[in-house]
T-cell receptor, first 110, second 114 residues
């Protein structure tokens, strides 16, 4: 069992926007977002700790709806460097280990 | 700041041999997590350790797999009598602990069992 992400994959042209959703069947206390490029390690993007929190990182931002048990990652005016697989992660087990979502593969084409 | 160091980057083992994967966390990080990733798949939790303690090993197979994080030295993930199904990328991550901090991942060890 793990958080479910949607869409599974998306292809965009440079400059277009994307939204990636992460939905949980269990209560969410915090949500992490990571990006993994092919053949590389996942890289931490941001963490949201409170319901209603929104955060930004350059043209990448995220929101966290605690009541709906979901988080969304927004990529604005996408760049080629945004390509990769995005994972949400959440501490489901009551300790600090993260359970990662199913992943969303984002491909940006020129 | 050297980041999370994993070695080896690539490891080839014959069926039945042992594999030892090493992970040195970032300086100042006392929490270590091991994840396994099959090609084109997600990150599956294996084990969470702090110095000299296993906090959560719920994702680790009961047989052939073990992990440690000794007082001195790196964390070790050990796989005995490897089988073809053990072939995967194994990532180690570390954190300071506490809900405010994200994980820093190492570059991973790609294990191939032939």
């Amino acid at each position: 069992q793990q958080p479910v992400q949607s869409p599974q994959a998306v292809i965009l042209r440079e400059g277009e926007d994307a939204v990636i959703n992460c939905s949980s069947s269990k209560a969410l206390y915090s949500v992490h977002w990571y990006r993994q490029k092919h053949g590389e390690a996942p890289v931490f993007l941001m963490i949201l700790l409170k319901g209603g929190e929104q955060k930004g990182h350059e043209k990448i931002s995220a929101s966290f709806n605690e009541k709906k048990q979901q988080s969304s990652l927004y990529l604005t005016a996408s760049q080629l460097s945004y390509s990769g697989t995005y994972f949400c992660g959440t501490p489901w087990a009551g300790n600090e280990k993260l359970t990662f979502g199913t992943g969303t593969r984002l491909t940006i084409i020129p | 700041n050297a980041g999370v160091m994993q070695n080896p980057r690539h490891l080839v083992r014959r069926r039945g041999q042992e594999a030892r994967l090493r992970c040195s966390p970032m300086k100042g990080h006392s929490h270590v997590y091991w994840y396994r990733q099959l090609p084109e798949e997600g990150l599956k939790f294996m084990v969470y350790l702090q110095k000299e303690n296993i906090i959560d090993e719920s994702g680790m197979p009961k047989e052939r797999f073990s992990a440690e994080f000794p007082k001195e030295g790196p964390s070790i993930l050990r796989i005995q009598q490897v089988v073809r199904g053990d072939s995967a990328a194994y990532f180690c991550a570390s954190s300071r602990g506490g809900e405010n901090y994200g994980y820093t991942f190492g570059s991973g060890t790609r294990l191939t069992v032939v």
